[in-house]
């Protein structure tokens, strides 16, 4: 009997995952919980993925500025930038969407507690100096910024304040090879900050096919970002102008803020897991089996937390497995190949399935088709940019296995390549489609001669 808990399901976080999770369970007629302690809606909605979309856009008004002078448009005076504005403009639409979290967790019927919930033991949850048991308690708790400790560490930044910055710097040196550096160090250049990216390895995005993330680099580069590879970071020393990046052995940089984007790390430190039996891997991730129980029956997790695909529509794909697993038919699963995903740096990279490497290793055979053009907006608008598409394909089967594409709309444009490799999608197939003209998508469905 759910009699002898307080609650059927107790949800420990109320991002894109745990909110999912909590309004089907409660669909089902259980008694749900869920409890926050900082922001509904997640990393995703307050620091991630919206916000961050919002500041690309913004990024990007410098070169259409730019680019209308050659379809005939005059801008009386010099475009200015009012930082503030864009700042509190972004957050009262985060505020927003914190308010539409809000409403779908109350229309659910689950109870919401503002606090931080840990795990006392098996069914037992504390929040607010409170104790409530729980049949299931699902852990949705998410990643956090990791910076590491070096001397001066303690002035560098994570990517969660750069929401919130009071004014923004001259300089910026931005610390990392993945995608949240690379996208950063495309908004700051963009909004007219001097920008540096610093890399202890040899290639930006190395977990990318590889000809697509040079492709991105020289883009970076020929919009105007430094770009420091093999680079270490001693130190970095406050002065009362600036801070002091020491780079190894290659002198040192000056800067108004310092952004670590070294990656984020399973946000499980102090949750209780050691009153359970819950087993955890060497970077805090909870381990968990295809219908993410844990190695405690009474705890399960799921989304940033249990570190598989950190994608805001993995997790939420993954609660939906998960509800049905417990109150369902059991029948739902998860596929998490062919996931279409995109890095919104500046060029944009669109991707699904596999990068060249992987399908190297996969296939025998492979033939790959490139096509790299000049968008036509910059045939009047004057720009450097280039747009790059690729496809892989397995010469036993003529299916299209990876699909990849740099430049502008790319996020756009792979989802629906997203669509054609779930289903299967032949070359021949994308050879038979007739393609829109004039568009840069239509490149993807006239490619014939293999470049290898």
């Known amino acids: 009997m759910s ?22 369970a409660a669909s089902t007629g259980k008694r749900v919980a869920v409890a926050e302690e900082r922001y509904l809606g997640g990393t995703c909605v307050n620091v991630g993925c ?12 410098p070169e259409l500025f730019d680019a209308s002078a050659g379809f005939g448009w005059t801008v009386p005076q010099q475009p200015t930038l009012d930082w503030a504005t864009l700042r509190d403009n972004k957050t009262a639409e985060i505020e927003r969407l914190n308010g539409i ?10 109870d919401l507690f503002d606090g931080r919930a840990t795990i006392a033991g098996p069914h037992q949850v504390s929040v607010n100096g409170s104790l409530y048991s729980a049949r299931t308690i699902l852990v949705a708790t998410g990643g956090w ?47 007219g900050v001097e920008t540096h990216l610093v890399y202890r390895g040899p290639v930006l995005l190395k977990s990318f096919d590889r000809e697509m993330a040079e492709k991105v680099a020289e883009g970076m580069v020929a919009k105007g970002i430094n770009i420091h590879l093999n680079t270490e970071i001693d130190g970095i020393n406050k002065t009362t102008e600036s801070l002091s990046v020491s780079l190894n052995g290659k002198g040192n940089l000056n800067a108004g803020l310092v952004l670590y984007a070294t990656g984020r790390q399973p946000n499980t430190a102090g949750l209780g897991l050691e009153t359970t039996s819950v087993a955890t891997a060497s970077n805090g991730a909870i381990l968990v089996d295809e219908n993410f129980a844990t190695a405690d029956p009474s705890v399960y997790a799921l989304g ?32 998490y190949s062919n996931i279409p995903t995109a890095v919104f740096c500046q060029p944009e990279l669109g991707t699904v399935g596999l990068s060249e490497e992987q399908a190297r290793q996969e296939y025998p055979n492979i033939a790959v088709y490139i096509s790299d053009f000049r968008p036509m907006l910059q045939t009047l608008g004057g720009g450097a940019d280039r747009i790059t598409m690729k496809l892989i394909v397995d010469t036993a089967s003529d299916a299209v296995v990876g699909c990849h594409m740099v430049g502008e709309h790319a996020a756009e444009i792979i989802q629906g390549m997203g669509i054609a490799l779930k289903a299967g999608a032949t070359k021949a197939h994308f050879d038979a489609t007739v ?18």
């Open 101 to 110: 979290y809000n409403s779908l967790i109350d229309n659910s019927g689950a």
């Open 435 to 452: 393609g829109i003209h004039p568009s840069a998508a239509e490149e993807f469905v006239t490619m014939r001669e293999k470049a290898r």
């Open 3 to 24: 009699d002898s808990f307080d609650y059927d399901l107790f949800v420990i976080g109320a991002g894109s995952g745990g909110v999912r999770a909590a309004r089907m």
């Open 145 to 191: 910024p990791y910076i590491p400790e070096f001397p001066g560490s303690e002035h560098a930044i994570s990517s969660n304040e750069m929401f919130f910055l009071d004014e923004l710097p001259k300089t910026a040196v931005v610390v990392g090879g993945g995608y949240i550096a690379v996208e950063f160090a495309g908004i700051l250049n963009g909004l």
């Open 50 to 61: 919206v916000p961050k979309k919002l500041f690309v856009y913004a990024s990007q008004f």
């Open 304 to 335: 940033d937390v249990i570190d598989r695909v950190q994608l805001t529509p993995v997790a939420i794909q993954e609660a939906m497995v998960l509800v049905d697993h417990l109150y369902g038919e059991g029948q739902a699963s998860i596929d």
